[in-house]
T-cell receptor
């Protein structure tokens, strides 16, 4: 079956540090890939997406590139802020409409 | 502003009770979904609906039931048959039906259900 594996957290960074959260996937065919963010006590919000190989999704300073050769979709941000503290979920959706979510990575940014 | 409204935010259930979680959207989305989230885990699909009066079981449908009488509404009932219902429940919608292109989901703010 399909699967999404994220780097284990929690991740703790100082403000203005560089962020990478690794995500790799296993799926048949060519899924679309997503990053969602969840703030405490809230639902998930779509952060960015990529629908085909070599696409780069970007939003609010976050970026991720769809790498088919390594089946990866790592999330990066050049300079994190305290307000970026949240749980980040990597997810895929197949053309048949089946979605699979990773377990989430908790990010804490300290001032 | 368009969005998904889930209510209540917190819900307490006694053993043997059925409880219903509300989900309303004003996005004019056809597809709606219910997910369950447990601590430190990803989301698991309970039920989904792509059109009024039709819905399909997801991966963990046992002990749950849904209805889709209106496009805007997709309530979830947690029945007494669900042995471990304490969790965070998320309703979501999508502008495209399953398998017809991917746009990602819009999520509600969730309902936290606790068995007392």
């Amino acid at each position: 079956g399909n699967s999404v594996t994220q780097m284990e957290g929690p991740v703790t960074l100082s403000e203005e540090a560089f962020l990478t959260i690794n995500c790799t996937y296993t799926a048949t065919g060519y899924p679309s890939l997503f990053w969602y963010v969840q703030y405490p006590g809230e639902g998930l919000q779509l952060l960015l997406k990529a629908t085909k190989a070599d696409d780069k999704g970007s939003n609010k300073g976050f970026e991720a590139t769809y790498r088919k050769e390594t089946t990866s979709f790592h999330l990066e941000k050049g300079s994190v802020q305290v307000s970026d503290s949240a749980v980040y979920f990597c997810a895929l959706e197949t053309n048949a409409g089946k979605s699979t979510f990773g377990d989430g990575t908790t990010l804490t940014v300290k001032p | 502003d368009g969005g998904i409204t889930q209510s209540p935010k917190y819900l307490f259930r006694k053993e043997g009770q059925n409880v219903t979680l509300s989900c309303e959207q004003n996005l004019n989305h056809d597809a709606m979904y219910w997910y369950r989230q447990d601590p430190g885990q990803g989301l698991r699909l309970i039920y989904y609906s792509q059109i009024v009066n039709d819905f399909q079981k997801g991966d963990i449908a046992e002990g749950y039931s849904v209805s889709r009488e209106k496009k805007e509404s997709f309530p979830l009932t947690v029945t007494s048959a669900q042995k471990n219902p304490t969790a965070f429940y998320l309703c979501a919608s999508s502008s495209r039906p399953r398998g017809q292109g991917v746009d990602g989901y819009t999520f509600g703010s969730g309902t936290r259900l606790t068995v007392v």
